[in-house]
């Protein structure tokens, strides 16, 4: 937006007095009265995500009445998705039949599931569509170890639950999320599952304002997300000010029109001038003068291609104006739009909260999903909208690096490979470069079962481009948006409480089992994750400098940088919690500790200088980090395999891997 364009909106109250002036002019000569316009009788819209809003209690439980009690008795399903209620946004997720109160949860804990340099790795040609779902890795708690120096840019985040289906409307936010715990989730040191599942989990969200049954849930993207996609969304107003200053010409529009005391004086003088008294017709006349100043305002807008976010959130309709202003202002304008009627989810919609988390019966799984109530034989288990991606190989990993051309390091695509953790996550057919990333809520936890699951996945009825399942990959891979959709459904009864499962197929059994009969304890064995060291420091005896070195473990040993600062009395330029040794343990149970300095040399090696001496450390001034790179997850020996899309439901058109290798185009290896 230019310079000239940002400036409107504080302008555009002054332009609407000076046509107000000349709409006067045309019907009257007497002067201009000098006295002060009144003041507002619309407050600004309230603060978002304040605790309460009665505006919320009075349009929703005036929205519930209409509902019986006995539709509410009937109606099980507490979150639906169905189609969003902002236009061309697709699904959305909805409240079902109960009322969320302030921090009550409203979805169970999910996974996330960390992507790692992906476009360093991939060279592979094309869109990547999980970029328009995935979050930044700074959101999440551990992330920063992944990486050389915390590099958190080159860490993003697939949320696969409410992460990904739940819209974002930043004015009615209504749902935050709880912070993610890193654990391993019962697997032990010598299970073959380590490193085959995020060890990232717990996000749940809850409720920031009351939610009524049938309300859209909304998450916060960010005012960053929408600015950096304004080819996708245009020039969406944004929190808060935006939707103040739209509140602040608005009532001024009003005030100056409608609402002006001044207008009426001049009314009367008029009458006592012509001898008529005809207040109808005089406030017909302030009506059209109020049409006609938000008419001029929408008319700047449209002049300047709808790129001013202040004046894309003041409504196009006039007469609904006050109406938007006395019920909380333009930023609530659609709050009514977001909530449906129960029988409309039940028709349109589908339930998304038939399973729960928990930890999984099926050995090496770790976590699992299990259903939250009956679900009869061909019912619904949980909707899955489908992420697609046109290669595998844009997830494709490499272990060993080489030097290209300009000196850089780059992978060397002829020595070791893996792919990211998300493909485990996703659907395959081994006669398809395609995969397809469920990302309903909880269904990333269904676990396999080869021999007695209880559940499959079929194509969904109703799907945003069914075509698709006709059409070459080659012809929508590279689509900017979801288009297909998986249903999970019970292939029996399934009681409550009963772990969900489906067959993984064929392909992945071989190869799991391979795994399994080949695993060994990987190297270093006295390998720890650091979060599990931590929840076991205050018993743990540290090693001192006589001992095996931390790092041998793939783990270092910190110390919290107020600790540091206050210990060496603020004298220690430090922006980051340095590693240390300890030297050793002092008679009253503190610590003598030297600070360690790592960093790359001229030969691109990693060496450590020992820096100052600390007396005195107490033990809470410490924790674990892993190093860089070091989660079993990273690991060439962690299981990696697609669940496999069955073939008597999978496009024959789509099978194209015998022509993988002309399709899989890459960018030049220098770049």
Same mark, same amino acid.
């Given at each position: 937006m230019s310079k000239a364009m940002r400036i409107w909106p504080k302008l555009i109250s002054f332009l609407l007095a000076a046509v107000l002036a000349l709409t006067l002019s045309s019907s009257s000569n007497d002067d201009k009265n000098n006295e002060e316009i009144p003041t507002k009788r619309r407050s600004s819209h309230p603060e978002p995500h304040t605790k309460h809003h009665p505006r919320h209690d009075s349009h929703q439980q005036q929205h519930q009445t209409s509902l019986s009690s006995a539709t509410n008795k009937f109606i099980e399903c507490g979150i639906y998705l169905a189609p969003s209620s902002i236009p061309g946004s697709g699904l959305g997720m909805y409240a079902g039949n109960r009322t969320f109160h302030v921090n009550d949860i409203v979805t169970d804990e999910d996974i996330v599931v960390p992507i790692f340099e992906r476009e360093w790795h991939s060279n592979v040609k094309g869109k990547?569509?999980?970029?328009?779902?995935?979050? *930044? =890795?700074?959101?999440?708690? =551990?992330?920063? $170890?992944?990486?050389?120096?915390?590099?958190?840019?080159? +860490? /993003?985040?697939?949320?696969? %639950?409410? =992460? #990904?289906?739940?819209?974002?409307?930043?004015?009615?936010? *209504?749902?935050?999320?709880?912070?993610?715990?890193?654990?391993?989730?019962?697997? #032990?040191?010598? /299970?073959?599952?380590?490193? #085959?599942?995020?060890?990232?989990? =717990?996000?749940?969200?809850?409720?920031?304002?009351l939610i009524r049954p049938g309300q859209e849930l909304f998450v916060s993207y960010g005012n960053k997300y929408f600015k950096s996609r304004k080819r996708i969304y245009g020039y969406l107003p944004l929190p808060d000010d935006d939707y103040d200053e739209a509140d602040d010409i608005l009532n001024t529009a009003l005030e100056l029109t409608i609402d002006n005391e001044d207008l009426d004086d001049k009314r009367y003088e008029l009458q006592i001038q012509s001898g008529k008294a005809d207040s109808s017709a005089w406030e017909a006349r302030k009506q059209e003068m109020w049409e006609d100043l938000h008419s001029f305002i929408v008319d700047v807008a449209d002049i300047y291609n709808r790129t001013s976010r202040v004046l894309n959130a003041v409504p196009t309709n006039a007469s609904i104006v006050e109406a938007v202003l006395d019920d909380g202002g333009t930023a609530y304008q659609d709050l009514n739009r977001s909530i449906k009627e129960l029988h409309w989810l039940e028709e349109n919609g589908q339930c998304m909260d038939n399973i729960r988390t928990g930890v999984s019966s099926i050995p090496h799984a770790g976590r699992g999903a299990f259903a939250s109530r009956f679900i009869p034989k061909d019912g619904l288990v949980s909707p899955a909208p489908l992420i697609h991606i046109k290669n595998m190989e844009m997830i494709r990993t490499y272990f060993d690096l080489k030097r290209n051309s300009k000196g850089f390091f780059v992978p060397d695509r002829k020595g070791r490979s893996s792919y990211q953790l998300i493909l485990n996550y996703c659907f395959a057919h081994e006669q398809s470069t395609l995969l397809l990333c469920p990302y309903g809520l909880l269904t990333s936890l269904i676990n396999h079962s080869h021999k007695n699951p209880n559940t499959k996945i079929v194509w969904a009825k109703e799907m945003r481009h069914k075509e698709w399942l006709n059409q070459p990959i080659a012809d929508w891979g590279d689509e900017y948006h979801t288009g297909l959709q998986f249903d999970f459904v019970a292939t029996r009864d399934i009681s409550a409480g009963e772990e969900i499962s489906i067959d993984y197929g064929n392909a992945w059994q071989s190869e799991w089992d391979k795994h399994v009969d080949s695993f060994v304890i990987p190297e270093p064995k006295n390998y720890v994750p650091s979060f599990g060291l931590n929840e076991l420091l205050e018993e743990l005896e540290l090693r001192t400098v006589?001992? !095996?070195?931390?790092?041998?473990? *793939?783990? $270092?040993? !910190? &110390?919290?940088?107020?600790?540091?600062?206050?210990?060496?009395? %603020?004298? +220690?330029?430090?922006?980051?919690?340095p590693a240390c040794r300890i030297v050793r343990k002092l008679e009253n149970g503190t610590y003598l500790v030297r600070i360690v300095n790592w960093f790359q040399n001229d030969n691109?090696?990693?060496? &450590?200088?020992?820096g100052k001496l600390m007396w005195g450390v107490p033990k809470a001034a410490f924790y674990f980090a892993d190093m860089p790179l070091s989660r079993d997850h990273h690991q060439h020996w962690a299981f990696r395999h697609a669940m496999m899309i069955p073939d008597e439901i999978f496009p024959d058109i789509w099978r194209n891997i015998a022509d993988a290798e002309s399709f899989t185009e890459y960018e030049d290896e220098d770049d």
């Open positions: 990547f569509l999980w970029d328009e779902y995935i979050w *930044n =890795g700074d959101v999440f708690d =551990g992330m920063e $170890q992944e990486m050389e120096n915390g590099d958190m840019d080159e +860490i /993003s985040v697939a949320s696969p %639950g409410v =992460g #990904a289906a739940a819209n974002s409307y930043m004015s009615l936010v *209504n749902v935050e999320d709880n912070d993610v715990v890193t654990d391993m989730a019962g697997i #032990a040191k010598d /299970s073959p599952g380590r490193g #085959a599942f995020t060890i990232y989990n =717990g996000r749940s969200f809850f409720a920031l304002d006589q001992d !095996r070195e931390y790092e041998l473990d *793939n783990v $270092q040993l !910190r &110390c919290h940088l107020h600790y540091v600062k206050k210990l060496f009395h %603020g004298g +220690i330029a430090m922006k980051e919690d691109d090696q990693t060496v &450590c200088d020992t």
